[in-house]
């Protein structure tokens, strides 16, 4: 048994933790300032090597956890308050329970996991132990509670060297290049175990403890050298992983034109705008008759398909061209049990296919326990009914190709797309992020679909009603886009592609089952030596 007797904990390390946590809101879009996700967790890191009981490993991660969350995923304020006209309390006090919530079951999750190897080498701690649990935790926000899969470090990397992982483990792996460089830079900075003044009650450390430290002192400054040198193992991988091509082109390209209205969400939820609505995406899809794929944006079309058949569907239907041309619409179907489905109808010559969303928003499209709590209707505008999630694999046959499709976020989760994969072709995704207009939610989502078209090695064409609209190449570039807060017809050549990238294969298992087995060595090592002891 062994006491560590470390310095008392500084508690200006919280306030440092919260603005930390807030500064790392800028590695991601709009800013893009990617080295402050390798730093920010840095410091993160560097404050819980100066902790001394679980309760300080939890409180600091948490406190990061509020700043980020507070800082980079407070917009369902925006929802709330503006949208669903709930009073502006209310609505401040919905959004920080959610990001108290968020941070809690995350950043402080990872906090508590973190202190389980708070007595293991420095070494260690920062480029094993540290890593491997900030990874899983994340993974666990894909399907914890239906999944937030928001902010992961990875995706702020995309247009860096570390992106290159990402087609062999997912977001996550990219995620991990990260957190590994801020554990690299605090080892280096620290230095052995002996340099944090970490002292034992004479005669009580165990000969385990003592042997780790003796073995760190005799190595003295050349343990430095190992953070180097797994910094530049990661930069070496990653140039050498972007020079290899997972998928391979298939036929020729096709012409896709996104339909880019900029509706703003209050003229969308005025049912007199419908009409108007209606008759501007009319316009702007004669406008591209020339293209093989037309787009519209997540419910375009605000109403059940079968309201508008005969005025708006069969006259779409029956002013395509060529048999390999379509249009894909969003709106919403009613399913033969009369349930409202949020949809894509996927128009050709000859077919009309209908995709359903299948990952619905919580308290957005369905509100657990609805007939319980419908008294808060007097403060808070309420659904007469929940949406139904749709079933399927997810695909939908267009311009000769098939689609994986997605709407809204369930473009967030990297597991979800590849299901139909390899057999898809191009990814689609129909979104409408003017829920959430002036925050940062709408270029953080974009930034989320090109990290899905690079695990997958697949064009993805993105439609939104505002912005930012775009097609993304397989290597995860956007070739073309529309400004956000803009009216635009993008146009432009999207190439399908087949073949399996290892993500497609693998999943997320491949890099959750190492780092997993990591974490258990490490817990395994501390059993028996307890049992030594």
């Known amino acids: 048994m062994q006491e560590d007797l470390r310095p008392p904990f500084n508690k200006w390390y919280y306030l440092l933790l919260l603005c930390a946590g807030a500064s790392t809101v800028f590695a991601f879009a709009p800013f893009e300032v990617y080295p402050l996700a390798w730093l920010t967790p840095a410091v993160l890191f560097y404050v819980l090597s100066k902790a001394n009981s679980k309760k300080q490993y939890f409180f600091s991660s948490w406190i990061f956890g509020l ?27 919905g959004t920080v329970l959610f990001v108290a919530l968020i941070a809690l079951l995350t950043t402080g999750a990872f906090g508590l996991l973190a202190s389980l190897f708070r007595y293991k080498p420095l070494l260690a701690q920062l480029l094993l132990f540290y890593p491997s649990a900030w990874v899983v935790i994340e993974w666990t926000r894909s399907w914890f509670l239906t999944g937030f899969p928001w902010l992961y470090l990875g995706n702020s990397q995309i247009d860096t060297f570390f992106s290159a992982f990402a087609p062999i483990t997912g977001v996550l792996g990219v995620s991990l290049s990260s957190v590994l460089i801020s554990g690299a830079i605090v080892s280096f900075f ?74 703003s969400q209050l003229e969308k939820l005025n049912p007199d705008n419908l009409e108007r609505s209606i008759k501007l995406y009319q316009t702007m899809t004669k406008q591209s008759r020339n293209s093989d794929l037309i787009v519209w944006p997540e419910t375009g079309l605000f109403d059940a398909f079968n309201n508008h058949m005969d005025d708006v569907i069969l006259p779409l239907q029956k002013s395509l061209e ?40 919580p308290f957005g499209e369905y509100i657990p326990l609805l007939d319980y709590i419908r008294w808060l209707g007097q403060w808070i505008q309420l659904p007469y009914s929940n949406l139904v999630a749709g079933k399927g694999n997810g695909t939908l046959q267009v311009a000769g190709q098939i689609a994986q499709m997605s709407i809204c976020y369930e473009d967030a989760f990297g597991a979800e797309i590849i299901q139909a994969l390899p057999q898809a072709t191009m990814l689609v995704n129909v979104t409408h ?10 270029t953080q989502h974009m930034q ?4 899905r078209s690079l695990e997958t090695g697949r064009y993805m064409v993105r439609a939104t009603t505002t912005g930012p609209s ?37 999943g997320d298992w491949l890099i959750i089952g190492f780092l997993s087995v990591i974490l258990l060595i ?3 090592l501390d059993l028996l030596r307890k049992q030594q002891d």
């Open 322 to 361: 060529k048999n390999n041309q379509s249009i894909l619409i969003g709106g919403f179907n009613i399913n033969k049990d009369n349930g409202v489905e949020n949809s894509v109808l996927a128009l050709s010559k000859d077919s009309r296919q209908i995709y359903s969303k299948r990952h619905l928003v």
């Open 522 to 524: 490490g817990l395994s």
């Open 67 to 93: 700043g980020l969350f507070g800082a980079g995923a407070s917009w369902p304020f925006y929802s709330m308050y503006y949208f669903a006209h709930a009073p502006l309390a209310l609505a401040i006090f």
């Open 190 to 263: 620290l230095g052995n175990f002996s340099h944090r003044k970490v002292q034992f009650q004479p005669g009580l450390q165990s000969p385990a403890v003592g042997t780790s430290v003796g073995a760190e002192k005799s190595l003295n400054s050349t343990i430095r050298i190992l953070p180097v040198l797994v910094i530049a193992l990661l930069l070496v991988a990653s140039f050498v992983l972007q020079k290899v091509d997972w998928t391979q082109k298939s036929g020729k390209a096709i012409t896709v034109s996104v339909l880019q209205s900029n509706i």
């Open 433 to 442: 992020d003017g829920w959430f207009t002036g925050s940062f939610q709408p």
């Open 470 to 506: 775009g097609i993304i190449d397989e290597k995860g570039k956007l070739i073309t886009t529309a400004q956000i807060y803009t009216k635009k017809i993008i146009t432009g050549k999207l190439q399908p592609f087949t073949g399996a990238t290892p993500y497609v294969r693998w």
């Open 448 to 451: 989320i679909a090109r990290m």
